[in-house]
Nanobody
Framework: QLQLVESGGGLVQPGGSLRLSCSVS????????IGWFRQAPGKQREAVSV????????QYHDSVKGRFTISRDNANNMIYLQMNSLKTQDTAVYYC?????????????????WGQGTQVTVSA
């Protein structure tokens, strides 16, 4: 049973950067696919970026390609999302998640464990 806790959200101006972190406890992250999802008010939750357990499969939402980078540190049970060149439309609650299946799929229903979310607000 994994527990995930996000941190690093906040208020940033357009064009700025944030690094989200997700601390994982309860089990080793090895063998799990990981993902970052977001949900804006009135919208469905969507995958921002996902990574397979091996790291060999990485997917990004088209809107964040070239701006966001997902990474993992299995030794320290940490997941990261580096967000650069932030835009107002990136404003949302961001969630980290882990999937026992390990494949790195983009559908939220595949993910077994979720953090509580961290708010990211991009505004001038």
């Amino acid at each position: 049973q994994l527990q995930l806790v996000e941190s690093g959200g906040g208020l940033v101006q357009p064009g700025g950067s944030l690094r989200l972190s997700c601390s994982v406890s309860g089990d080793s992250l090895v063998g799990y696919a990981i993902g970052w999802f977001r949900q804006a008010p009135g919208k469905q939750r969507e995958a921002v970026s996902v990574m397979s357990s091996s790291g060999g499969v990485i997917q990004y939402h088209d809107s964040v390609k070239g701006r966001f980078t997902i990474s993992r540190d299995n030794a320290n049970n940490m997941i990261y999302l580096q967000m650069n060149s932030l835009k107002t439309q990136d404003t949302a609650v961001y969630y980290c998640a882990a999937d026992e299946g390990g494949w790195g799929l983009k559908e939220a229903a595949n993910y077994d464990y979720w953090g509580q979310g961290t708010q990211v607000t991009v505004s001038a």
